[in-house]
């Protein structure tokens, strides 16, 4: 009998209009644990070989919103979304703090599987009476923020009904898409209270595809045992002890990395990645912590770290605009790659694209890119509707909207970055693709790879199975596997994670599921099966496009022209660097010289079934 | 013979960012970290920084290769090799 875990989980099919109960097996939920390499596992049994055929906004692809054994119960509870990613064509585990992971543990599931495809705009209500699908049809097209206080009082409401509140009533958890997701903007995210995304793969794009706007959960029962609830609470107490102890980042959050990552290792992505170095103090911390965060220490569930502050601008023409710090991702990707380097402009810009429920990172990539074919001639006004300077945060607003809805040269860019430039290749004749910065359909975090002074380098991006995913990038094949293979699959934030010492984390995985965890087995096994069973679908790949293995195993083609400026001016990706390192990391998993998984790798890993498929691509 | 070494994050101020460094034929990981330690004047033995050498926490790779996937600091290194060495880093 598995702890940590609430037990079950719910299958909703969407066509059927039906809800059940499903459970794993014990074996399986230690083989791949929950979040990102539960949902791998569960997406290949259920899809199989039909994979390359399984259009990602069709009714045949999966979506699940799962947590792991460890969420809600060690700091910063996070659920991870995952399907058959709409970019990628691949998998990715891409999570989100929020209350929904607690809240559906505590209605006694540990995750959602969608499958199918509603007529018309519904909700998923779970409670522990089980899961409801109830109607949208009221909140579809609403933004974010409406869309929360719709279901909050609603499900408020309905709730109450039924059963009488006893104490202090806790808000359901939500998450919920934007008119992005609606429309099927392959970048959208999945968003939750407010400014949190689940945003690499465009899952909020599969949500869409099934018209569904939401997943509300609202527990009213205990968290699940653990093996060694002694053992727990002194773990606890210790991993507390040390998360406290950073009160720097507390303070800070990543808020002041939009200048820092600028000026200091020169990988900031400006203007479409044309220049990663700037030295605008104007865009440091202290604007942003004294001009404009109002409430400076704020965590979701059972989070020690507590970093998030939400902004606020309470004057000016932007006045009203609400959203959190922006983290750093936003305040490059909504800022300096837009060519904005003003606090108020970039939070302005947060706050639309949280509440159309773009990725903050994979919509404003697409946008950068429109804009700087807009400032080569090859998008003109005609196609946008109005001018597209960098730095106009009103354009980039617009163009946020055009994406949204899909008008105009929008819906080329909904289609997300890679997708844009082929179609926008053939419209204009003239190849952009040397404008385009995504790995494998995914678009690229803001940590650029030229100056080799941040921690993203040659192979980081390039033998990703999550491509652009800045989140979860490749080390050596065995380093990582620790780290974001399995937060994403513990499911917890990464934050209440980096400053504790790994033994500890893993003693707690231990002690809440009984599985005999260690952080070398995660290593060597737990870790490279998840990565090698999303690397097999990764290649699997299709409809519309397959990834060619070690061509497309590489860095956009920015990541190799050389800097334009700054201290690491000439610097550039080191090519014959990111082959020798490329074909060492596959040998390391146990995959061939093309980075297929070898007959023996998936036979140890237990993969065996997907040796068929293999082989063939072995050829 | 000669191992280069490239050191990235918070090391980097205590180690040097990139270096050539010569090594008597046989030498190991181990040997190596200890030239290193004691050229940047750091006296904690076996450590680089806070870092265990050998540790979970450091990430030592040869040639690309981490070190606990070959003898540890144990690991014997040839004429040419690379060397890097990298703290666990935060990202997002």
């Known amino acids: ?619 | 013979m000669k191992v280069s070494i490239r050191v990235f994050g918070n090391l980097v101020t205590i180690l040097g960012r990139k270096q050539v460094i010569e090594l008597d034929e046989g030498g190991t990981v181990g040997t190596l970290s200890n030239r290193l330690a004691e050229s940047a004047g750091l006296r904690r033995q076996g450590y680089l920084g806070n870092y265990k050498v050998g540790g979970d926490d450091l990430a030592i790779l040869v040639n690309g290769r981490n070190i606990h996937l070959l003898d540890g600091v144990e690991t014997v290194l040839k004429d040419g090799d690379e060397v890097v060495i990298l703290p666990p880093t935060a990202g997002g």
């Open chain 1, 1 to 619: 009998m598995s702890r940590g875990y609430a037990g079950k989980f719910l299958e909703v099919d969407l066509t059927k209009e039906a809800a059940r109960d499903i459970t794993f097996s014990d074996s399986v939920l230690e083989a791949y644990f929950g979040g990102r390499g539960l949902a791998a596992k569960i997406l290949w049994d259920r899809i199989g070989e039909k994979w390359p055929k399984v259009d990602p906004l069709g009714p045949d692809n999966i979506f699940l919103a799962l947590t792991g054994p460890m969420t809600a119960i060690y700091p910063g509870a996070r659920i991870c979304c995952s399907g058959k990613s709409p970019l990628s064509n691949g998998t990715v585990g891409s999570t989100a703090s929020t209350e929904f992971a607690s809240e559906l543990k505590m209605a006694g599931y540990d995750g959602v599987v969608v499958t199918g495809k509603a007529s018309n705009p519904v909700y998923i209500l779970v409670t522990d009476e089980g899961g409801e699908i109830r109607d949208a049809s009221h909140m579809w097209g609403r933004l974010g923020e409406d869309t929360i206080r719709i279901l909050n009082r609603e499900v408020t409401e309905e709730l109450t009904k039924r059963k009488p509140n006893i104490g202090l009533w806790r808000e359901p958890g939500i998450i919920y898409i934007g008119p992005a997701g609606e429309n099927l903007v392959r970048t959208a995210a999945v968003m939750t209270k407010i400014c949190h995304a689940a945003g690499y793969g465009g899952y909020g794009a599969v949500m869409g595809s099934k018209n569904l706007k939401a997943i509300v959960a609202k527990g009213r029962g205990k968290m699940p045992e653990v093996d060694a609830p002694e053992a727990v609470k002194l773990l606890w107490k210790e991993v507390h002890r040390h998360l406290i102890e950073e009160s720097n980042f507390r303070r800070m959050g990543t808020g002041y990395a939009g200048y820092m990552v600028g000026a200091d290792t020169s990988s900031e992505p400006i203007r479409n990645w044309q220049e990663e170095w700037h030295d605008e103090k104007r865009y440091g911390g202290p604007s942003f912590e004294t001009r404009y965060w109002v409430k400076k220490y704020w965590a979701d569930f059972n989070c020690t770290t507590s970093c998030m502050k939400i902004s606020c601008i309470k004057s000016g023409r932007w006045k009203g605009d609400i959203t959190d710090m922006p983290d750093y991702e936003l305040e490059a990707y909504c800022g300096t790659n837009l060519g904005i380097f003003d606090p108020g402009d970039n939070i302005h810009i947060s706050a639309v694209i949280d509440n159309l429920g773009h990725s903050g990172i994979n919509g404003p990539n697409t946008m950068g890119f429109a804009a700087e074919l807009y400032q080569r001639g090859i998008l003109t006004k005609d196609d946008l509707g109005f001018e597209l300077k960098w730095g106009d945060a009103e354009a980039f607003e617009k163009l946020a909207w055009l994406i949204a809805k899909r008008e105009k040269i929008g819906d080329v860019l909904a289609e997300g970055t890679f997708r844009a430039a082929l179609k926008i290749g053939k419209m204009k004749g003239v190849d952009v693709m040397p404008y385009a910065v995504h790995v494998k359909g995914i678009e690229v975090g803001a940590h650029g790879t030229r100056s080799d002074a941040d921690y993203t380098h040659d192979i980081s991006y390039a033998a990703s199975v999550q491509g652009g995913d800045h989140t979860s990038v490749a080390v050596d094949g065995y380093t990582e596997m620790s780290s974001a293979v399995f937060t994403d699959s513990a499911v917890i934030c990464n934050f209440c994670f980096f400053w504790v010492p790994r033994s500890l984390v893993f003693d707690f995985a231990k002690a809440v599921t009984g599985f005999p965890i260690t952080m070398e087995r995660w290593r060597k096994e737990h870790g490279p099966r998840i990565v090698t069973l999303q690397r097999a679908l990764l290649l699997m790949g299709g409809p519309d496009t397959k990834w060619r293995p070690t061509e497309d195993d590489d860095n956009p083609p920015r990541f190799y022209e050389p800097l334009p400026s700054g201290p690491h001016k000439g610097k550039t990706t080191d090519r014959e660097l990111v082959e020798k390192k490329r074909s060492t990391y596959f040998e390391t998993l146990g995959w061939d010289e093309k980075g297929v998984p070898t007959k023996e790798t998936l036979q140890k890993l237990g993969l065996a079934d997907l040796e068929p498929t293999m082989r063939n691509l072995r050829k």
